[in-house]
């Protein structure tokens, strides 16, 4: 079977290839493609010709061919070699949460950008619009078809028009009387029923406002009734031209005029665009305007009627164009672009006027001044948000009937009512919620008296707390408005999907987070309680080394907590953290080489703290400066010196420090009296003053003992230094040393003790002259 049809076959192969090889030409290529078979005889083409005109053996070769190529060996090809990975820069697994969060993005992302161009696609056919003019063009038929409907078309609007300015001019006058009567109708009965008696009793005065109001909305609705047909008559004169347009334009395409029927048809579409545009405007005027059904401000008819001339013209104007290009040979496809890019400018026109009016509706819904409640609320934030429901909704409508939807209104509509019960749902829940916490963390006095710190630290995750709440009932919600739209977003949560290791992390994360928040708590409390109970035993040297011990521990304690919650989450979402750690051992090798002053800071810092050096409010000496000390920190120490400057100390340049406030600080006492003067005598004097001094309230507690009175330390010709000291407290030493230091001078003034100066006095005798050496005359020279 098969080797009988072999000839038929090539030679088929060869008629078939043969024209499209002679059109690239590669003639000569043909014939190598066929080389397993001899050169075709005249017989062998016969019986082909024979095969193809018979349409029981053309099936029984189309059966053979398929048998062939299904029959056919697959081509051996080697396995695909695998390429490594480029290196990520964030050591994700490939099932990991962070990988499939990224991967499910992605895929949405994708999905969501080739819907979008799909929709694009469909509602911009452009090119069809394109080639249809192109068409036109390039065609002399077309030439003449429109010059013809041109002239016709300038014929008949003409006569139109003429007939239309007459009756315009015929009905002036009616319309003005009704114009002018439509005031006096109104006035007189909505006076009558506006104005009422005034109240004869407290319960009249009481139900005043109610009947009032009661009484105006009869009162508009009799206006409403009595210009009801007043504004109808003045509409049907306003039409009338309209009308006369229309027949005269139809009465003349039923003439030779409209012989053809494209003509024709593209003449009555420009026609009923016409008097449809007029009818249009006429009865908008005829609702909104000083002299309308409802009566407006002049600016604001004014305002309507521009809009609904730009609206109305835009839209019957494209609709029009695309009917007459549809009957002048344009496609469908740009037809229907036409219309779609027509009414989306229509819409645009809509969405325009929203925002153009946005703040007088927000002040139409806003709830008046003074008044409260949830639903007064409501109405505020419905205020501040009605313009973005109303635009979506316009941009919806025309997206439904753009797309043509099936059941797309009524879908647009239950999509729209369950998105406003859902955000009012979750709306409400928020509210409920967030007052019950605000309720739990109201601290009572009790509660607060015997924890004096506990409210402040309560205030202080209370915002975060309100925000993640607000924060999981919103998501919840929103999963709630994807159900509602149609999308099964509770399956995302089921066992093993993305929404369920994704709570399990957040959960996972949260509990790491409150556990943290705990600890940190927790730990900051048992420090302040320290502080305090030491303070309030007096343990004041205690407590400051703790005081200056909390800022590091509470940084280190921070960064422990900061350095586990974050390795936690990171391990949650799947990214690898032991390369993480790895480089984080091995920056802090570098770091330690590279800042070796920094590492000497610190750990001579450290050393000075445990070792109780210094404490904040000391007064020290440190490297040449002295102050007291205002801060410690693990690196440097602060100094406050006594004209204000502020002096910073890296510890890597303490070599020595002199601290002055270690509980002892003793006043010297060193003076110099005369040669001739008693110094026992002065020593009592000295202990005296130091008795006295002790017997005082202002310097007892500073004075820790009675003069240690040394003695006479040094001896010359002319003074008798006599030394010694007061042990005083460490914050006592200079005010005792100065307030004695006054004492003695004084003392020694009254008890007549000189006091001796650093000068000397020199005797001298200078030779007396030749003719008196006998009386030498002695003279004296200080020096």
Not at 490 to 515: D, E, H, K, M, P
């Amino acid at each position: 079977m098969l080797q009988k049809f072999i000839p038929t076959i090539l030679l088929a192969c060869a008629l078939f290839t043969f024209p499209a090889v002679a059109q690239t030409g590669a003639v000569s290529n043909a014939v190598p493609a066929a080389n397993s078979a001899d050169v075709l005889t005249p017989d062998q083409a016969k019986r082909a010709l024979d095969t193809l005109v018979d349409d029981t053996k053309r099936a029984q070769m189309i059966d053979t061919l398929r048998a062939i190529a299904n029959a056919a060996p697959q081509p051996q090809t080697a396995p695909p070699v695998p390429t490594p990975a480029p290196p990520s820069a964030i050591p994700l697994t490939a099932d990991s949460l962070g990988a499939q969060l990224l991967l499910t993005a992605s895929g949405q992302v994708g999905e969501i950008s080739h819907e979008i161009a799909d929709m694009a696609r469909t509602l911009t056919h452009f090119k069809a619009f394109y080639y249809w003019i192109v068409r036109t063009a390039n065609d002399p038929t077309a030439y003449d078809q429109l010059f013809d409907i041109a002239w016709k078309l300038a014929l008949v609007f003409g006569c139109a028009f003429a007939a239309e300015w007459l009756i315009f001019r015929a009905i002036q006058r009616p319309v003005a009387l009704l114009e002018a009567r439509l005031p006096h109708a109104m006035a007189g009965p909505a006076q009558a029923l506006a104005i009422a008696d005034p109240p004869s009793s407290a319960a009249d005065v009481s139900a005043a406002p109610e009947l009032r109001q009661r009484r105006l909305s009869l009162a508009r609705t009799w206006q409403l009734l009595v210009r009801l047909p007043l504004v109808l008559g003045r509409l049907a004169l306003e039409l009338l031209p309209v009308v006369v347009f229309l027949g005269v334009a139809t009465a003349l395409l039923g003439t030779d005029i409209g012989d053809i029927a494209t003509i024709r048809l593209v003449i009555l579409a420009v026609v009923n665009a016409y008097a449809l545009s007029r009818g249009l405007i006429c009865v908008a005027r005829a609702l909104a305007a000083p002299v309308g059904l409802f009566r407006v401000r002049a600016e604001t008819a004014a305002y309507i009627e521009i809009w609904a001339r730009r609206i109305v013209t835009v839209g019957v104007s494209g609709i029009a164009f695309a009917n007459v290009a549809l009957l002048l040979g344009l496609h469908h496809t740009g037809y229907w672009t036409i219309l779609h890019l027509v009414m989306l400018i229509v819409h645009l026109f809509v969405v325009v006027i929203i925002l153009q009016c946005r703040r007088q509706v927000a002040e139409a819904i806003r709830a008046p001044v003074g008044r409260e409640g949830a639903a007064a609320r409501l109405r505020n934030r419905f205020a501040g948000l009605w313009h973005y429901l109303a635009i979506a909704l316009v941009l919806a409508l025309w997206a439904v009937w753009a797309l043509n939807i099936h059941n797309g209104y009524s879908l647009l509509l239950q999509y729209f009512v369950g998105t406003i019960v859902v955000a009012l749902i979750t709306r409400l829940a928020i509210i409920v919620v967030l007052s019950l916490i605000d309720r739990g963390f109201t601290i009572s006095p009790e509660i607060q008296q015997r924890f004096p710190g506990l409210e402040t630290r309560a205030n202080r995750y209370l915002p975060l707390l309100r925000r993640i709440v607000t924060a999981i009932i919103a998501v919840i919600g929103f999963v709630a408005l994807l159900e509602v739209w149609g999308v099964d977003a509770i399956v995302w949560f089921y066992g093993g999907q993305i929404g369920s290791r994704l709570l399990s992390a957040v959960v996972t994360i949260a509990i790491a987070a409150l556990a943290a928040a705990v600890i940190w708590e927790a730990s900051n409390a048992l420090m302040d309680r320290q502080l305090n109970s030491l303070s309030r035993d007096g343990h004041f040297a205690r407590a400051a080394r703790l005081r200056t011990f909390q800022p590091m521990l509470r940084t280190a304690l921070l960064c422990l907590i900061v350095a586990v919650v974050g390795l936690t989450a990171l391990s949650e979402i799947g990214v690898n953290v032991a390369p993480l750690l790895a480089g984080a051992g091995i920056v802090g090798i570098a770091i330690g080489f590279g800042s070796q002053k920094l590492v000497q800071d610190l750990i001579t810092g450290l050393f000075l703290l445990l070792e109780n050096t210094v404490q904040v409010g000391d007064n020290v000496s440190v490297s040449g400066l002295s102050g007291a000390v205002e801060n410690v920190s693990i690196r440097t120490m602060r100094l406050r010196a006594a004209d204000g400057s502020v002096h910073i100390i890296p510890f890597s340049a303490v070599t020595t420090i002199t601290n002055s406030s270690r509980g002892a600080g003793n006043a010297a006492v060193s003076v110099n009296v005369a040669y001739k003067e008693d110094t026992d005598r002065a020593g009592q004097i000295l202990k005296d003053i130091v008795a006295e001094m002790r017997r005082e309230p202002e310097y007892r507690q500073a004075i820790r003992g009675d003069l240690e009175l040394w003695g006479v330390d040094k001896v010359d010709g002319a003074m008798a230094s006599i030394v010694g000291q007061i042990r005083c407290t460490d914050g006592g030493r200079w005010p005792v040393q100065r307030e004695f230091n006054r004492r003695m001078k004084r003392r020694f003034q009254e008890r007549g003790i000189e006091i001796a100066s650093t000068g000397q006095t020199i005797l001298m005798q200078l030779p007396a002259p030749a003719d008196a050496a006998s009386d030498a005359v002695p003279r004296r020279a200080a020096g």
